[in-house]
């Protein structure tokens, strides 16, 4: 039966009949050298050993097979044992009569992301879907992985797994365990000198890792967590874990979060830490990782759980998984204090609601068939794809406030989003072995408030339409505007918009995506075109670009070129736009008290 819960204490003193052990002894050169050991079952004459193809969370299929090399496979009695390949990261080892298969193979980890493995002489970090085979039909086992390292050069160790031995005298490997491979898939591992801080809330042990190239304030970034851990769990009434930790990876050019049941992997640049002007995309982003513990691990569609490893897995709910989520990390940034209530609609209204109306392709696709293409659409996207396709995140976001906000006005201020939530989360607490289907995603949200606002909500998922959205704040006394962004400067004139992204190269300046219908796109504007001069004045870089068409009339004459041919082209500018989210000038006092509860701080279930 499927399950991905696991505490500590069940792993202690466990036996493993999988085994993994894994050598640190050319990390330097990014390898990490495995050797798998299944002890046979009576009547195994052979087994079947599957790599994972891509990790839950991030819908791409990866081929991680394509790190593994000089794989050979052994008996208990070291005798040579042939491995037939029977697809591209599926092998079959027959037995010959032996009680222990062994095989032998190397790992290259040297690719610095949330979901992949890297490992060099300071430090390595294993994430288990990446680099350990399962056991075709034996994935509901416990499994042991036993790490070889010198243990003088790296002295911490942080893991999501649960540790087999306590007090070791420090020259034996260590052990870990899981209960099953799902959970061994789920739970990666840091090895090195990073720093470490700890604290307890709900009854449960709260781990930070910071792994920086220079030593940065841990002590702040843990009293952060603490108090998205207290805004978060008190939706719920408590945390479903024993232990959770937040790995915090910061270096140049790091970004991108991961989740899993009891630890989220977030990256983020060294000012985030540096910098408290810059550290609110941090908090958001700690914010929606750890949300992904009770949304997407737990309460989470039919389809994510159990997984199939092999190949993609196509749900149209990724709405829920992360849309709902990207409403809820700025919700519960605000809720802990992070924003004040105006930067909170602010943020609302330009990263939001502001952003997803630029995206042409809201208009060409439904953000449920978004979510089903995501392999393919959101994980493959190119220069057009904006024209094409709504991002299941920012479009799945903004449907969830407006859900939010509907059954607050709904149910004049009784019930909203949360409640939802807890009905969901009720669900798995009984059925955790079996996710959810869209129909009880709408059935709850029919209970918590009514058939009108479930076929609404259906009806924005389903649809390309756009939701009104002026109408559906309205009733907490919100107006939402579109209008000309003021002037910035007494300098220049306010902004113009095209409807194109610039991108610059070695001084020159070429176009990285057009905006259907956009001014740009009439003008026959294409991606890769290279812009030259603007009005006869040339531009050397976006800033420029920027500058020189703010500076002139609604239109100017553009010297591009194409395919390595000039053409000039007249490109109109309108005044750019912008979405603005404001307290009405004379709220009723109903509106004033469902503003109120929308934007309440402290919330209990
Ligand atoms: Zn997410």
């Known amino acids: 039966m499927y399950s991905i ?10 036996r493993a009949a999988i085994r993994y052990h894994c050598y ?10 495995i050797r798998m050991e299944v002890d046979l079952q009576a009547g195994e004459d052979a087994v079947v050993l599957v790599l994972p193809s891509w990790a839950p969370g991030s819908y791409k299929i990866r081929d991680f097979i394509t790190h593994v090399g000089n ?12 491995v037939e390949w029977i697809g591209k990261n599926r092998i079959r080892i027959a037995t010959g009569g032996a009680v222990m298969v062994a095989v032998e193979y190397v790992f290259y980890a040297n690719e610095r992301t949330v979901r992949t493995m890297h490992i060099t002489r300071w430090r390595a970090f294993l994430f288990p879907v990446n680099c ?12 042991h992985v036993l790490l070889y390292y010198d243990r003088s050069q790296w002295r911490v160790l942080t893991t999501a797994l649960s540790p087999v031995t306590v007090g070791d005298a420090g020259t034996e490997p260590v052990v870990l365990g899981a209960l099953n491979y799902d959970i061994l898939a789920d739970s990666p591992t840091e090895l090195g000198n990073h720093l470490v801080a700890t604290f307890e809330a709900y009854g449960a042990r709260h781990e930070v890792a910071l792994i920086a190239p220079v030593s940065l304030n841990i002590e702040w970034l843990t009293e952060q967590c603490k108090t998205i851990v207290h805004t978060e769990a008190a939706v719920f009434g408590g945390v479903p874990y024993d232990r959770y930790v937040f790995f915090v990876y910061a270096g140049t050019n790091l970004t991108g979060g ?36 009770w949304n997407i691990k737990r309460i989470r569609p039919r389809e994510y759980g159990p997984f199939d490893y092999t190949r993609e897995v196509h749900s149209p709910m990724l709405w829920l998984a992360e849309g709902v989520t990207s409403y809820y990390d700025d919700l519960f940034a605000y809720r802990a204090g992070f924003y004040s209530r105006e930067e909170y609609l602010d943020l609302l209204a330009r990263d939001h609601v502001g952003k997803l109306l630029r995206v042409p392709g809201r208009h060409a696709m439904s953000v449920r068939d978004s979510s089903y293409l995501a392999w393919v659409k959101l994980y493959a996207q190119s220069p057009d794809g904006q024209n094409r396709f709504p ?26 989003l949360d409640d939802v939530l807890r009905l969901l989360w009720e669900h798995y607490r009984h059925r955790p072995e079996t996710g959810l289907t869209e129909d009880d995603v709408l059935n709850a949200i029919e209970e918590v408030s009514s058939k009108r606002v479930r076929q609404q909500f259906w009806h924005w998922l389903s649809s390309t339409d756009d939701p009104d959205i002026a109408a559906v704040v309205a009733s ?3 107006e939402w505007i579109i209008a000309p962004v003021p002037h910035q400067s007494v300098l220049v004139p306010p902004p113009r918009r095209a409807g194109l992204q610039l991108r610059s190269e070695g001084g020159r300046v070429f176009v990285a995506s057009v905006e259907d219908g956009s001014p740009a796109s009439r003008a026959g504007i294409a991606v890769d075109d290279e812009i030259i001069a603007v009005d006869g004045v040339r531009v050397t870089s976006p800033e420029e670009f920027s ?17 390595g041919k000039l053409y000039t082209t007249i490109l109109g500018l309108p005044h750019a736009e912008e979405s603005y989210l404001r307290i009405g000038a004379a709220p009723s006092d109903r509106a004033q008290r469902l503003l109120s509860r929308w934007l309440e701080r402290a919330i209990a279930p």
């Open 5 to 14: 819960e696991q505490r500590d204490e069940q792993l202690v003193g466990t």
């Open 476 to 478: 907490l006394g919100l």
């Open 132 to 143: 350990l085979f399962y056991v075709e039909g034996r994935t509901d086992e416990v499994h």
């Open 391 to 416: 991002s299941y995140y920012l479009k799945g976001g903004v449907l969830s406030w407006l859900l939010d906000v509907a059954i607050i006005s709904d149910t004049d201020g009784a019930r909203r």
């Open 258 to 293: 991961l989740e899993h049941a009891r630890c989220s992997v977030n990256m983020c640049d060294v000012q985030a830490l540096t910098d408290l002007s810059r550290a609110k995309s941090l908090l958001a982003l700690l914010c929606h990782e750890y949300f992904h513990v």
């Open 547 to 563: 500058l020189v068409s703010q500076c002139s009339g609604d239109s100017v004459q553009l010297l591009a070129s194409c395919d």
């Open 24 to 33: 640190f002894d050319r990390a330097a050169e990014h390898l990490l050298r």
């Open 71 to 82: 794989l050979s496979a052994y008996d208990d009695r070291f005798c040579h044992l042939p």
